[in-house]
């Protein structure tokens, strides 16, 4: 809406479809336009450019006609813009009850096709293919009705390739754009000469935080690389995320340019070495949540770094002290030394832990983030009638990918992870074991505001002799993250007296529907089943519920009410609570 003393803009539609483009007001101009068949858009973008509609009704008389004068030319170049070249109208300007009013009749005539389009790019990316299928992609094609919109979107489209891959002396041998009004035809021709492709130059910068090894690692930018836009900003996402850098600028020196090469220039501004911090939370599962965090983003000018956290909750709570190292692609690829202190108090199972973990994390090249670790866990731990105390040193492997197209609320995306580990007694271990298990979650979209989610979790021990087993590492089913409408870890295989002691294996589903009603309010129904189990004794659980999401700053919070399906022994809802990603 235009402020007070503007014009009045309406649109009639031959289809008698009457489109108010400005709400109308008494000391307003009324300018009324009736057009037959044409889209919405063309409508919007002659009264943006009728500069008539700027004008008040106290407006002098002499400005007016003149406004009115310019009317044939802005509704010539509005009309051609969308390919209508042999249109036609009448105006009538007249002052009625102390206001102006302007009648546009408009018949828009047939709409110019495009016959031919004649793109071609000479120079060294007439061999980049990457270069052609850009080519490919052109915004009109033979046939399609002419904008002049689209037309210099496949300039741009050149352009942007050609700055983007370091074409940077590329130039324009022709870009015409022929009309034929008696045919109602147009003929597309654009040469495009791209010159020599620049390579990367000597990379500038000063710091004396890490290592000049450690920083080139950082650095996609190779001196003699084939220049692409993408290792710039590759370059600088990598910096900027390294933690050891508050501030990252990574520029091409286009104007310096000189023999084929683009210098690089890094300014960095170095980031505090020592940060703390304080965060709550709460789940229906551990209750409220205290953490406190410290870490040290650069122990040595060798890139280390170690974090301290305190987690603290009534049903679980650790310490835990993780120091990484750098080394091959820093970003990608460290050494990890972890150890920790762990208690944790359920309905069925209480236990006191001590871990020390050493391993090697990388991202592969297909995505998977692998994790190879030897982990000593020794553990005291109480599971109905059973007090235990065991040790296992186990080698493992995990392997771990997710893919979402947003992190708050993800309406298509996946999580993947899968872990194995095994433990004997011919090394250092109370019991032998094979354990495996595999996570997934995945997100489909369902029109633009519903979404479907899927959610798998399996696992299964392979141990000679399960008593011995700690708590932490037997399957327990029930729980925010689990079955909901079941306490945590309340599912299972239970003793002689009827106390849950866990299970061998676990196979946990569960299928679920949002649908965003508001920007930032979703609900969702949801039904889950499985059961921790003994290879011999399963019996699924399922339970239903409804629950609501809200996507808050901090990210997507997350109530739900659930009921058990067909259960005896519990015939109760629950509700349940909690703070975190959806993958």
Not at 330 to 353: I, K, N
Request: aromatic residues 10%; glycine residues 8%.
């Amino acid at each position: 809406m235009r402020i007070k003393g503007h014009l009045l803009l309406i649109a009639l539609m031959s289809s008698h479809f009457v489109v108010p483009l400005v709400h109308g007001k008494e000391n307003f101009i009324k300018a009324m336009i009736t057009i037959d068949g044409v889209e919405k858009e063309l409508i919007q973008t002659i009264q943006e450019n009728l500069f008539i509609n700027d004008l008040t009704c106290d407006e002098a008389e002499w400005r007016v006609r003149h406004a009115a004068k310019k009317i044939d030319v802005e509704l010539g170049e509005s009309l051609n813009a969308f390919g209508y070249y042999n249109g036609s109208f009448s105006k009538k300007v007249e002052k009625k009850e102390n206001c102006w009013q302007v009648f546009l009749e408009i018949d828009p005539g047939p709409q110019t096709k495009v016959e031919t389009i004649d793109v071609a790019v000479e120079g060294e990316a007439s061999e980049d293919e990457e270069f052609q299928n850009k080519l490919e992609l052109l915004p009109i094609k033979e046939g399609d009705y002419l904008r002049h919109d689209k037309y210099e979107k496949i300039k741009e489209l050149i352009e942007t390739t050609a700055q983007t891959r370091g074409y940077f002396d590329g130039k324009y041998l022709e870009h015409t754009l022929r009309i034929n009004k008696a045919k109602n035809l147009a003929a597309i021709s654009i040469q495009y000469d791209s010159g020599s492709r620049y390579r990367f130059g000597d990379t500038r910068y000063e710091q004396n935080y890490i290592t000049e090894e450690l920083l080139t690692k950082y650095i996609s930018a190779k001196q003699g690389e084939p220049y692409h836009n993408k290792k710039i900003t590759k370059t600088y996402q990598d910096l900027s995320g390294s933690g050891y850098f508050a501030d990252v600028e990574v520029k091409a020196l286009i104007d310096e340019r000189h023999d084929g090469i683009v210098p690089i220039e890094i300014k960095l501004l170095r980031a505090k070495r020592k940060t703390y911090s304080v965060g709550i939370g709460a789940s229906t599962d551990t209750g409220p949540r205290f953490l406190l965090t410290h870490k040290n983003k650069r122990v040595n000018s060798r890139g280390h770094k170690h974090e301290t956290k305190l987690l603290l909750s009534p049903v679980k709570s650790n310490l835990s002290f993780d120091y990484q190292i750098p080394i091959g692609q820093p970003q990608t690829d460290y050494v990890g030394l972890q150890l920790g202190f762990a208690h944790e108090d359920t309905d069925t199972s209480e236990s006191d832990s001590i871990l020390a973990k050493i391993g090697r994390t990388k991202l592969r090249t297909n995505g998977w983030l692998e994790s190879i670790f030897l982990e000593l866990l020794q553990e005291d731990f109480k599971v109905g009638d059973e007090d235990e105390t065991s040790a296992l040193l186990m080698p493992g492997i995990s392997w771990t990918k997710i893919r979402q197209n947003n992190p708050i609320y993800p309406t298509k995306g996946y999580y993947l992870s899968m872990e194995t580990r095994v433990a004997t007694q011919a090394l250092l271990s109370d019991v032998d074991l094979l354990r495996l298990k595999f996570n997934s979650k995945g997100i489909l979209p369902l029109g633009s505001k519903a979404r479907f989610l899927t959610r798998l979790e399996a696992g299964y021990n392979v141990v000679d002799n399960f008593e011995e087993l700690p708590a932490t590492l037997r399957f327990f089913a029930g729980g925010d993250n689990s079955i909901r409408g079941y306490e945590f870890e309340s599912l299972g295989p239970e003793n002689s007296s009827g106390d849950v002691i866990g299970g061998e294996a676990l196979l946990v589903g569960s299928l679920e529907l949002d649908y965003l009603f508001k920007p930032k309010w979703a609900v969702a129904a949801f039904v889950d089943a499985g059961d921790a189990f003994d290879t011999n004794d399963i019996q699924i659980k399922t339970s239903a519920g409804i629950g609501v999401r809200w996507l808050s700053p901090i990210g997507p919070i997350k109530v739900d009410i659930a009921f058990p399906i067909n259960d005896n022994d519990v015939d109760d809802f629950r509700f349940h609570f909690r703070l975190g990603p959806e993958l």
